[in-house]
């Protein structure tokens, strides 16, 4: 069936630092790829996504490119601040799950000033 | 601006008691999702509907309820509440089409004591 594997947290970082969370899926066909966020005490809320190979979802300068070679969505941002700090859920929408969405176990990042 | 309302959202309750954790969107999406959030973060579908008078139970078993009457409103019910009950609580409803782009709602916490 399908998978989601994040990287193993936490990742604590200090302010205007270089983030990375890996993100790997298993899956048939061509799958949606997406990231979700969740802040203290809320409910998560869509943070990018990417529907096809090669294309780049962008929002509030973080970044991921779908790459179907490598089955890789990795989340990327140049410069954190410490309103970053949350849990981050890489998920996928496609292959033999149809209807739903396969979730990742979460990467807590902490951003020190 | 999604807009998915849940209520309460946070519920002390004893053994035993009957519970409904209400869960409302004002998007008009036909399709909806009940998640359990455990404390270490990993998120669980336990029940989805793709419209009205339509439920399943999702991947992780549990002992709750739905219902789907209206396309806006879609209640999860706890007959008899238990301590393994306690958990986070998370709705989330998308619209057929739309890649799965789900919308969460804050999320429900409660503690069965």
């Known amino acids: 069936g399908d998978s989601v594997t994040q990287m193993e947290g936490p990742v604590t970082l200090s302010e205007e630092a270089f983030l990375t969370i890996n993100c790997t899926y298993t899956a048939t066909g061509y799958p949606s790829l997406f990231w979700y966020v969740q802040y203290p005490g809320e409910g998560l809320q869509l943070l990018l996504k990417?529907?096809?190979?090669?294309d780049k979802g962008s929002n509030k300068g973080f970044e991921a490119t779908y790459r179907k070679e490598t089955t890789s969505f990795h989340l990327e941002k140049g410069s954190v601040q410490v309103s970053d700090s949350a849990v981050y859920f890489c998920a996928l929408y496609g292959g033999t799950s149809y209807g739903k969405l396969t979730f990742g176990q979460g990467t807590i990042l902490t951003v020190h000033p | 601006e999604a807009d998915i309302y849940q209520t309460p959202r946070y519920l002390v309750i004893g053994t035993g008691k009957k519970i409904t954790l209400e869960c409302s969107q004002t998007m008009g999406h036909d399709k909806m999702y009940w998640y359990q959030q455990d404390p270490g973060m990993e998120l669980h579908l336990i029940h989805y509907?793709?419209?009205?008078?339509?439920?399943e139970k999702g991947d992780l078993s549990s002992e709750s309820t739905v219902s789907r009457i209206r396309t806006e409103h879609f209640p999860l019910t706890l007959e008899s509440a238990r301590p393994s009950h306690t958990s986070q609580y998370l709705c989330?409803?998308?619209?057929?089409?739309?890649?799965?782009?789900?919308?969460f709602g804050p999320g429900t916490r409660l503690l069965v004591l």
């Open positions: 509907s793709y419209g009205v008078n339509s439920t």
């Open positions: 990417a529907t096809k190979a090669d």
């Open positions: 989330a409803s998308s619209e057929f089409g739309s890649k799965e782009t789900q919308y």
